[in-house]
């Protein structure tokens, strides 16, 4: 009676130090679920950011067609001013020198012509350039986001399996310690093998303890990783 009593304080000290270990594996996995939880606000973070930069980038390129267009219109009016001055020259020369200053007046015409068109190639290609830049750095943005979302995804998806198991093996650990503990007591009303009993209940309660113990130190070491 007193090696069975003994087994049963031992017993049930190596369960309260089982439901103590399990806490603290669940404390642990408590705090890496928060640890996933702010990795993730983070990642809506960045692409909030993307789509800040892609605000911004929008602006510029408005900034550079607006710009193209007040040279253009400066350029047209340039043209006008030159073709007026002509006019006025005509009107008060010879017919010779009217001449010449006409044909003057239209080669000036023509050369501010291939310049405003010049112009407005240039400014279109700059336009375009800045246009490919900006959509190159927010697809390269978004990817960077989108490889990072999957990662974690995985990294999570990988945990979580690992958790699982060890609360599987974890269930099976504790299903087998409560089989052994009734087969002890059931045991122990044979008063003639209470001897062996009291051994085979110890042998018992020691396996599942380490069986715990083992469990416990695979759950947090999946936590950890």
């Known amino acids: 009676a007193a090696d069975i009593e003994a087994a049963a304080d031992t017993e049930a000290a190596a ?13 642990t996995k408590a705090a890496a679920d928060t640890e996933a939880t702010t990795n993730a606000e983070a990642a809506v973070d960045d692409t909030e950011a993307a789509a800040n ?15 193209a267009a007040a040279i253009e219109a400066s350029t047209d009016a340039e043209a006008a001013a030159v073709t007026e001055a002509a006019a006025d020259i005509e009107a008060a020369t010879d017919e ?29 290609a700059d336009t375009e350039a800045a246009t490919n830049a900006e959509a190159a750095a927010v697809t390269e943005a978004a990817a ?30 504790d ?3 409560t089989t052994n503990a009734e087969a002890a007591v059931d045991d122990t009303e044979a ?3 209470i001897k062996a ?4 209940e110890a042998a018992a309660v020691t396996e599942a303890a380490a069986a715990i113990e083992a469990s416990t130190d695979a759950e947090a070491a999946a936590v950890t990783e």
Do not use: L
């Open 15 to 27: 369960d309260t130090e089982a439901a103590a270990e399990i806490e603290a594996a669940d404390d």
């Open 53 to 67: 930069i892609k605000a911004v980038t929008d602006t510029e390129a408005a900034a550079v067609t607006e710009a």
């Open 96 to 124: 010779t020198e009217a001449a010449a200053i006409t044909k003057a007046a239209v080669d000036d015409t023509e050369a501010a012509t291939y310049i405003d068109a010049a112009t407005d190639t240039e400014a279109t």
């Open 144 to 173: 960077d986001i989108e490889a990072a979302a999957d990662t974690e995804a995985a990294a999570d998806t990988e945990a979580a399996a690992e958790i699982e198991a060890a609360d599987d093996t974890k269930a099976a650990a």
């Open 175 to 177: 299903t087998e310690a």
């Open 191 to 193: 008063a003639a093998n």
């Open 197 to 200: 009993v009291t051994d085979t």
